[in-house]
């Protein structure tokens, strides 16, 4: 039950980790206050909303969550002068493996957020906003409520926000231990207190009809905590950290076999795998090699050590080259980890050494999707199940030898089969695992065929 | 069925966060009323149904769905461990075995669904999935209380703190 507090990297940059871990810091408003907490939400109530969703659209900011979608576009989705109320929920359903960044938030410092949010509801115009949190978050549930009572009492939050005719009731409200509630139509429905089953878009984008089928934003904890500081420094001044399309600085949750794990804070793109691995991190445990990383959470699509990738650089003169590189040259943004065939999902970066057994990392991710699976559709339902009990019996030395492509069309017949992006999330480590490193699945059968292999 | 006046106070203070439907406050009672009566019996279902205007089965479903809610009493004391990736690579699955050996629980097994009890009644175990913090594993909870990096030897303290 140790507890390590780490200074941070002379490479990160700390901007929603500013917080986190810094001597003398408490979660509590005057901590915040004393800070020059609350100062963006004053200047935001000066704007026009137009004028903050347009810095929001200048800075590039992409969605933290998972999807990396544009949180400017998305806002825009919003048509001014709709009939129908606008909520805002802020996604605090952390639960993709591999990622806990939510969760310091939340826990040291919710005032940021809070503010992000309150600023962020001024520029959709929402008057009504929830936080939902997972369910086994019960401290962060109560952190948060304390806050929002503390803001409440401070006049950022109720009627006429600092006097600006602006009125925002933000309430918390808990999840129940399901995955699929991070999805955010999963999410709202759940928020209405139903099963959460995701619903089907078209024509349930929830910018349109969304929370009792009126236009809802959601956005995710470390998304909302960024509009405080886009309003700080201003759209065009925030876009001029990380790369073009790949804005801001991104949280990186490191876990697995490396001798430093966890949360460090990058401008987008200014790392590496490898440096990321090596420098920051303290590199591999003693005598280990690098096996494998799954570089944006559980769903991300496995990455192979010793394999080249392509990757298209922007020269000077704007024409692409097509560089290969090995895993440790990936860049670390959106679009750099899109183009080996990855995705930067949710910042969960899971580090593999070689004396992992690649059936039994898919095998344990299996198990989580299988008993994730909200059971709506079927190809996700069966088949989530379907691949759990194929490499539960290649663990169990089972395994027959067709086993290595049954895995791969299952998953493939999912993908692409189902109304949530959850059929893609538990197809894609399966048919990258098996894909990557199809000698180890192969193996395991032969030597199961022999008799030979025990668990 | 007693519902102490405190409780039923605060619920009907949580009814008007909903103020569109009330029907959305069906996870946050179902939450109050486990954490009363430490379960979520018939009963239960039928006056939360009563007090948000829905059919009984609207609150079955849920109940039925979300792995948190359960339908009979955990032990005394509740012990989740995280069985996810990270977790398990940094020994979350012998955390859990050793739990089951200082509780004194049986029938030890590697899959999540189920509660395991003490026979004493004292302790309870179940794996869950991540609990988002894979940076420190093995993490767990005990009722409220998250622990991370909780190492074999530490299991009999941890557990002698909720006797």
């Given at each position: 039950?140790v ?7 002379p490479r ?10 810094r001597?003398?810091w ?6 915040y206050?004393n ?5 963006e ?15 929001v659209?200048?800075?590039?900011l ?8 544009s949180?400017?576009?998305k ?7 709709d009939t ?5 929920i802020?996604?605090?359903?952390e639960s993709?493996?591999g ?22 509801c001024?520029?959709?115009n ?8 997972r369910?086994?978050f ?12 503390e ?19 933000i309430?918390v409200?808990?999840?129940a231990g399901?995955?699929?509630c ?6 709202i429905e759940?928020l209405?207190g ?17 929370l ?5 934003i959601?956005n ?17 001044e925030?876009?001029?950290?990380g ?7 991104r949280?990186?949750c490191v876990?697995?076999d490396i ?5 460090y ?26 096996k ?5 959470g559980s ?6 050590a ?15 080259i097509?560089?290969?590189i090995g ?8 679009d ?6 990855s ?5 969960g970066v ?20 299988a008993?994730?699976?909200?059971g709506?559709c ?14 539960d019996?290649?663990m169990?030395?089972?395994?027959i030898?067709k ?19 959850f059929?893609?999330?538990?197809s894609w480590?399966t048919q990258?695992?098996?894909?990557k ?7 395991t059968?032969?030597k199961?065929?022999?008799g030979?292999?025990?668990? | ?10 619920i ?8 569109v439907?009330?029907?959305s406050?069906?996870?946050?009672l179902?939450h109050?009323l ?12 039928a ?7 829905l ?10 769905f ?6 009979e009493p ?5 012990i989740?461990?995280c069985r996810?990736l ?7 699955y012998d955390?859990?075995?050793?739990f ?5 629980i ?6 999540h669904g ?13 794996f ?7 940076g420190s ?5 005990i009722?409220d ?7 074999r030897e530490e ?9």
């Amino acid at each position: 039950m140790v507890s390590i507090v780490r200074t941070p990297h002379p490479r990160e940059k700390r901007v929603i980790f500013k917080n986190i871990d810094r001597p003398g810091w408490t979660n509590d408003m005057d901590c915040y206050l004393n800070d020059g907490g609350y100062e963006e939400l004053k200047r935001a109530l000066q704007m026009k909303p137009e004028e903050i969703v347009n810095e929001v659209k200048a800075s590039g900011l992409r969605g933290r969550g998972g999807a990396g979608f544009s949180c400017g576009l998305k806002w825009s989705f919003i048509k001014p002068g709709d009939t129908k109320p606008t909520y805002l929920i802020c996604n605090a359903d952390e639960s993709e493996p591999g990622t806990f960044k939510d969760r310091y938030i939340i826990h040291q410092d919710p005032h940021q957020l809070i503010e992000g949010m309150i600023i962020s509801c001024f520029a959709v115009n929402a008057r009504l906003a929830y936080i939902y949190i997972r369910g086994e978050f019960p401290e962060g549930a109560k952190i948060l409520e304390r806050a929002l009572a503390e803001a409440k009492a401070h006049g950022f939050l109720g009627k006429n926000i600092l006097m600006s005719g602006f009125d925002l009731e933000i309430y918390v409200h808990r999840g129940a231990g399901a995955y699929i509630c991070g999805e955010e139509t999963g999410l709202i429905e759940s928020l209405e207190g139903k099963r959460p089953y995701p619903r089907i878009k078209p024509p349930y984008f929830p910018a349109v009809l969304g929370l009792y089928m009126s236009p809802t934003i959601v956005n995710n904890v470390e998304t909302l905590c960024n509009i405080k500081h886009i309003v700080r420094i201003g759209g065009a001044e925030y876009a001029k950290t990380g790369k073009p399309n790949n804005t801001g600085t991104r949280i990186l949750c490191v876990s697995g076999d490396i001798q430093k794990p966890g949360y460090y804070e990058f401008e987008v793109g200014s790392i590496t795998m490898g440096e990321l691995i090596n420098d920051i991190c303290g590199g591999l445990k003693p005598g280990r090699k690098l096996k494998a990383v799954i570089p944006g959470g559980s769903s991300a699509k496995v990455l192979r050590a010793g394999e080249r990738y392509k990757l298209k650089v922007k020269q000077a003169d704007s024409t692409l080259i097509e560089n290969e590189i090995g895993l440790e040259d990936i860049p670390m943004d959106f679009d750099s980890l899109t183009a080996v065939g990855s995705m930067a999902g949710s910042g969960g970066v899971i580090v593999m050494d070689d004396s992992r057994d690649m059936v039994w990392v898919l095998n344990n991710i299996n198990k989580f999707y299988a008993h994730e699976s909200c059971g709506q559709c079927t190809p996700c339902r069966e088949g989530s199940l379907w691949m759990k009990k194929v490499t539960d019996r290649m663990m169990l030395g089972s395994g027959i030898e067709k086993d290595t492509d049954t895995l791969k069309a299952i998953a493939d017949n999912i993908a692409g089969r189902t109304i949530c992006a959850f059929g893609e999330a538990c197809s894609w480590p399966t048919q990258s695992f098996v894909e990557k490193f199809r000698d180890e699945f192969v193996a395991t059968v032969a030597k199961d065929s022999n008799g030979s292999y025990t668990h | 069925m007693e519902i102490p006046y405190e409780l039923e106070t605060r619920i009907d203070e949580v009814i008007t966060h909903y103020p569109v439907s009330k029907r959305s406050a069906t996870l946050p009672l179902l939450h109050m009323l486990q954490e009363y009566f430490g379960y979520i019996s018939e009963e239960t279902m039928a006056w939360v149904a009563e007090k948000l205007e829905l059919e009984p089965i609207n609150i079955l479903e849920v109940v039925t769905f979300y792995p948190m809610f359960r339908q009979e009493p955990a032990g005394e004391t509740h012990i989740r461990v995280c069985r996810t990736l990270s977790c398990a690579m940094a020994g979350g699955y012998d955390l859990f075995k050793t739990f089951c050996k200082h509780a004194q629980i049986e029938n030890e097994q590697d899959e999540h669904g189920h509660i395991l009890k003490s026979a004493d009644g004292k302790y309870s175990i179940e794996f869950v999935e991540c609990l988002a913090s894979c940076g420190s594993g093995p993490v767990c909870m005990i009722n409220d209380d998250f622990y991370e990096r909780v190492t074999r030897e530490e299991v009999p303290q941890l557990l002698e703190r909720y006797r």
